[in-house]
């Protein structure tokens, strides 16, 4: 289990990989949300982080778990920060 919230976790096209981007299902405060995000650190059996893409507001999140053996199998210790999306650029006419 990497995170008791998530539900169910699932790459999109392919397998778990750089740059693959997951679906995830969650429950926060018993609210269901579904959620896309990206992979954007990937080392087997060592560390994974994942960006959300979609939805991009309130916030956008960023998680990181590092594996850990231990007796009963492997951990995952993670980090998960967040933080407001960069502002939307208005494009200026020339």
Known sequence: MIDPAVVSYEPIRGT???????RIRMKMLGIPLTLTSETIE???????????????RPAVGVATHRFE??????????????????????????
């Open 16 to 22: 778990m990989g750089l740059g693959v981007r997951n």
């Open 42 to 56: 990937w080392e087997p059996a060592e560390r994974m982080s994942f960006r959300t893409i979609q939805p991009g």
């Open 69 to 94: 053996a231990c007796l009963d199998g492997t951990s995952t210790p993670g980090r998960w920060s967040s933080f407001p999306p960069e502002p939307a650029v208005a494009s200026q006419p020339p």
